[in-house]
Structures are given as structure tokens and as C-alpha cells.
């Protein structure tokens, strides 16, 4: 018995028809009449429609269900279809290949477009606006190197990359800079603890303090003894 295994059968062009379909569409190009061939061609595309019930109401769905025929049948079908036929170039393009940055990014930490944006600060001129636009981005690449190296950045080094990023022409003041806030210097208080909180001892307990402490329960002990003593000798004297 010849065994019939799927390597050795022709590639399916759209497998989520199957290989029925498939070979519906081989048959169809074995009949010679024309007729009986675009009968018989109605008839697969009632039976593609019913494996997709739910796109049945699109716009386009009949369409598409043409349109795959021709690419199962290798675009090899000989029908009369109520839709311009496609050819294999216009279903068959390849994708425009991107074009990617080959820039080499020098201050990652920094991020890629604040030395553009230097060099159209440095273009600028100087005014107000360009003024008060490095010192934001001179706030903002500090704090980007604080959340970068865990620790508070020197003003010279923040000075000589912008210096370096403008090719020159942006000479930041270290003055300037030292009185410009940073968001990364305030000081956060701590969260407050949920639940009842037990007041925190000053320091420990001395030598005194615990002497003081054992002689106010021993006081405390003796007045009650003595008050057990009262109560019993006027029971007796009253029998």
C-alpha cells in the first residue's frame, strides 16, 4: 500500500482552508468545460464562505474569499470571477525595508535627542527663551545622571558635556547652575506606619532607673499587704 504522507503532497498556499479545499481547487482546473468550471468554482466559494460564518456580513468578504482562490490555484485558475482577477506581483510584494539610525548615541545617560536639542539651542541664539531652555535641560540632564549613577553629579562634569553636545557654543555658568533647583535633592520624610505605635524609649534603662522602678512595685506590694491586714483585724474584733 502506497502510504500518501503530507511532505510529499504540494505546499498548502493558505492552510487555514486545509487540504480539502485544496484539492477542491486542483480539481477544478482538471474540468475542460468553462461552464461546468465556473459552476463548479461558485460551489468552493460557498464552501470557503461556511468555514468563516462570522465575516459573512463584511463589505468585502466575498471578495477576499475570489481573491484566495486564485492564490490556492497558484494563480493558475481559469474562471470568470465578478471581481478584477489579482495577479501575483500585486498580492506578492515584498515590504519596503527599513531605514534604521546609525547615529552612536556618546551620553546614554542623557538620552539621544538632548545634544540635538543643544545644537538648535546654540542655533538660537541669545535670548530669554533660549536661556531659560538650557537651564531646564541642564536641570534635566542632572537629574538624569543622579537616576543613572545613584549619586549626585559634579556641576563641572554637567557643564563640559553641554560644552561638548553644543560644539562650543554653550558655556553654562557654575553659578548659574549651583542655583538652579534639583528635583532629586528634596528630602522625603518617612511613611507613616499603619497601626498603633509604641512610644520608642529615649535610651536604655540604667542601673538607677531599674533600682527606682523594683522600689515603687515593692511599695506598691507592702500597701497592699497592709490593707489585707487592716481588713482582717476589724473582722475580729467585731466577732
Known amino acids: 500500500m502506497k502510504h500518501n504522507y503530507n511532505y510529499t503532497r504540494r505546499k498548502l498556499y493558505l492552510p487555514e482552508y486545509g487540504r480539502h479545499i ?14 461546468e468550471r465556473n459552476r463548479q468554482a461558485r460551489i468552493v466559494i460557498a464552501v470557503m464562505g461556511n468555514l468563516q460564518p462570522l465575516l459573512r456580513d463584511t463589505a468585502d468578504f466575498t471578495h477576499k474569499l475570489w481573491d484566495h482562490l486564485f492564490i490556492m490555484s497558484d494563480f493558475q485558475l481559469d ?3 465578478p471581481y478584477p482577477r489579482p495577479t501575483r506581483e500585486e498580492l506578492m510584494v515584498s515590504p519596503r525595508k527599513m531605514e534604521y539610525s546609525q547615529e552612536r548615541i556618546a551620553y546614554k545617560h542623557y538620552g539621544k535627542y538632548v545634544s540635538h536639542i543643544l545644537r538648535k539651542l546654540s542655533e538660537e541664539g541669545n535670548s530669554e527663551a533660549t536661556k531659560a531652555a538650557i537651564d531646564s535641560l541642564a536641570r ?16 563641572e562634569v554637567i557643564i563640559k558635556d553641554i560644552k561638548q553636545m553644543s560644539g ?6 557654575e553659578i548659574a547652575l ?8 528634596q528630602h522625603f520624610s518617612a511613611r507613616p506606619q499603619k497601626g498603633p505605635q509604641r512610644p520608642q524609649q529615649k535610651g536604655p534603662m540604667k542601673n538607677g532607673g531599674a533600682k527606682q522602678h523594683n522600689n515603687q512595685k515593692n511599695k506598691n506590694n507592702n500597701g497592699v499587704r497592709k490593707n489585707n ?3 482582717a483585724s476589724r473582722y475580729n474584733s467585731q466577732k
Open 168 to 173: 562650543g557654543n554653550i558655556e553654562l555658568d
Open 140 to 155: 534635566y540632564m542632572r537629574t538624569k545622571s543622579f537616576e543613572y549613577n545613584q549619586e549626585h553629579p559634579n556641576n
Open 229 to 231: 491586714a487592716d481588713m
Open 79 to 81: 474562471v470568470d470571477s
Open 22 to 35: 485544496h484539492e477542491m481547487v486542483d480539481q477544478l482546473m482538471e474540468i475542460e468545460d468553462r461552464d
Open 178 to 185: 549651583n542655583n538652579l533647583r534639583s528635583d532629586y535633592k
